[in-house]
C-alpha cells in the first residue's frame, strides 16, 4: 500500500465534481477507479491518501501527476478567495477540489460522449466501450477494463458504437477515431500548442463544440485559465454575477466575464462554482 501525505486535497469533491467518469464510490472516502493503465483503490483519512492497485510500477508518481498533488492548490485558493465574496464563500463549502490530469485520447472521446448528456448515462456508455474494447485487469477478485487504445478502435464501426447506447454521438467517435488514425494525429503533441490554437485544432474534430473543447483542455492538458460552460455554469454565472440583467445572459458573456475576472485559474473557479450549484449548495 502507498501512503502520501497530502494538503488542500478532497477526494470526495475532486472525484464528483464532474470531470471524471470512471471512478466507483466505496464509502464517503474511499474510491475504485481505472486510469490509463491500472486499476486504483484510493481512500483518504485526513491528510493522507492510502492507495492499493494492480500495478505499483511507478505509482506514486502515477498517483501525484493524475491528482496534480505537486501543484501549491492551498495558494491557489488562497489567491482566488481575493477575487470577489461568491469565490470566496464557495471555497469554504468545497475547499480541496483539483484538477485531475487524464488521459488525452480517453478525455476527448469521453467528452465526445458528454454531449447533452448527464453523468451516469456517460460513465454508462464509457465503461461499456472500455469492457468491449478494452484490456481486462483483476484486482481484488474483480474484474475492470482500462479504456481502449486508438489502435484497438480502427475496425469499429458506427451501429457498433450505437449498440453502447451513446446514441447520436456514435458518428462522432467513428469520425474521430478514424480521424486520428488517417491524418497520424499525435494528442500529446499537441501539448506545444497555445490554448487558442490546441482550442481550434480540438473543434475540428467532430463532435467537439467549444464546451467539450474547453473541458479537454482543463482536464487532459491542464489548462487551468480554461472556462467551460455548461447548464449548470450558466446557471450559477446567472444567479452571482448577472442578476441585474434578469439572469439572461449568453456564453460569450460568461466567457468575457471569466477572462476578465478570474484569470490564469479560471477553470479551478468553475469547478467549485460548478459543484456548489449541481449539489445545491448556492440556491437559483
Request: glycine residues 4%; charged residues 30%.
Amino acid at each position: 500500500m502507498l501512503k502520501i501525505k497530502v494538503e488542500c486535497f478532497n477526494l470526495k469533491y475532486t472525484l464528483e465534481c464532474g470531470q471524471c467518469f470512471r471512478w466507483q464510490k466505496i464509502d464517503n472516502m474511499t474510491y475504485i477507479g481505472v486510469i490509463k493503465d491500472r486499476v486504483l483503490k484510493v481512500k483518504q483519512d485526513n491528510e493522507y491518501l492510502y492507495i492499493t492497485s494492480n500495478n505499483y510500477d511507478n505509482l506514486e508518481q502515477v498517483v501525484k501527476e493524475y491528482f496534480d498533488l505537486n501543484t501549491d492548490y492551498k495558494k491557489i485558493e488562497e489567491d482566488i478567495s481575493k477575487i470577489d465574496n461568491n469565490i470566496k464563500e464557495a471555497l469554504k463549502n468545497t475547499s480541496g477540489i483539483r484538477h485531475l490530469k487524464q488521459d488525452y485520447f480517453e478525455t476527448l472521446i469521453s467528452y465526445i460522449i458528454s454531449a447533452n448528456n448527464n453523468i451516469p448515462r456517460i460513465s454508462k456508455s464509457v465503461n461499456l466501450l472500455s469492457e468491449k474494447y478494452g484490456k481486462k485487469i483483476t484486482f481484488e477478485d474483480k474484474d475492470y477494463y482500462l479504456f481502449p487504445t486508438l489502435d484497438s478502435l480502427k475496425d469499429v464501426s458506427v451501429s457498433d458504437y450505437r449498440n453502447l447506447g451513446v446514441g447520436f454521438r456514435d458518428n462522432y467517435i467513428y469520425s474521430t477515431v478514424n480521424d486520428l488514425i488517417s491524418k497520424n494525429i499525435d494528442l500529446k503533441s499537441l501539448e506545444d500548442l497555445d490554448t487558442d490554437s490546441l482550442r481550434n485544432v480540438l473543434m475540428e474534430f467532430k463532435g467537439v463544440g467549444r464546451k467539450v473543447a474547453d473541458c479537454i483542455l482543463l482536464f487532459a492538458y491542464a489548462r487551468k485559465e480554461v472556462f467551460p460552460i455548461d447548464v449548470w455554469v450558466e446557471r450559477v454565472m446567472s444567479v452571482l454575477y448577472f442578476k441585474e440583467n434578469g439572469g439572461r445572459l449568453t456564453k460569450k458573456q460568461i466567457q468575457d466575464y471569466a477572462k476578465e475576472n478570474f484569470g490564469k485559474y479560471a477553470g479551478i473557479i468553475q469547478q467549485h462554482l460548478f459543484y456548489n450549484m449541481r449539489n445545491g449548495i448556492i440556491k437559483q
